[in-house]
């Protein structure tokens, strides 16, 4: 399954309530990544039960993969991805290359997102982006190249997700830009669909100036 422009981070919430958030992306169009956090309650088991039965839909993957260990138990948990708040070791991205994941380690500085891109991850993830222009990725790209693909992770929601591509990101993460907490809390499905149709249209309205660029 192709991988999503835009990922949705779940941290701190359990199965039943990333379940109703899966069936809430099924009904929509642009958000086809879910990641669960580690730093979760039973990380592991909640990403086997929810990759065995949306998978075919939805791209399951881990997030806050720090050490090699955890990036081995996501993996056998069905982790189709792994994101990390920090680079990963030569030995993690090699794993996620033997075995089809695709590796987002986080960095910051052009050095450490060389450094990354030259190692072999496939995408890299900007933390946290909202520190920064949501420009900097074209000006990251500007003497590194634009094959290296960038991901912005940190503030990015449904008034800015437009302005992160625009401003070079490939790709972006969201964990609150996306869906209000207590709505996810709540298990209230009618809130949490008005929460994406917002987020959808917003990216739709994006989509919709760039074709007509094009």
């Given amino acids: 399954m192709e991988f999503g422009k835009v990922t949705l981070i779940l941290r701190g919430y359990n199965y039943k309530q990333i379940k109703n958030i899966c069936e809430v992306l099924l009904s929509g169009k642009y958000i086809k990544n879910l990641e669960i956090t580690l730093n979760s309650d ?41 994101l990390s708040p920090i680079k990963m070791s030569t030995d993690m991205l090699n794993y ?6 695709i590796s987002i380690p986080g960095a910051y500085s ?3 997102i060389k450094e990354m891109h030259d190692l072999g991850a496939n995408i890299i993830k900007v933390f946290p982006s ?14 590194l190249g634009d094959e290296i693909n960038l991901m912005a992770v940190g503030g990015i929601n449904k008034d800015n997700v437009g302005e992160a ?8 993460g969201s964990a609150g830009g996306i869906f209000a907490k207590k709505n996810i809390l709540d ?24 074709r007509e660029i094009k």
């Fill in 187 to 210: 298990q209230n499905i009618e809130k949490l669909a008005e929460d994406l149709q917002g987020f959808e249209e917003k990216l739709e309205a994006y989509y919709q100036k760039l």
């Fill in 96 to 101: 996620c290359k033997d075995n089809n994941i």
């Fill in 42 to 82: 039973d990380p592991y088991t909640v990403i086997d039960k929810i990759s065995k039965k949306y998978s075919d839909e939805l791209n399951i993957g881990a997030g806050t993969v720090i050490t090699f260990d955890q990036l081995r138990k996501a993996h056998k948990s069905g982790a189709k991805f792994a």
């Fill in 130 to 143: 909202n520190e920064l222009s949501l420009s900097y990725a074209k000006k990251v790209k500007e003497p």
């Fill in 110 to 112: 052009p050095s450490e």
């Fill in 165 to 172: 591509f625009r401003g070079g990101y490939d790709y972006v």
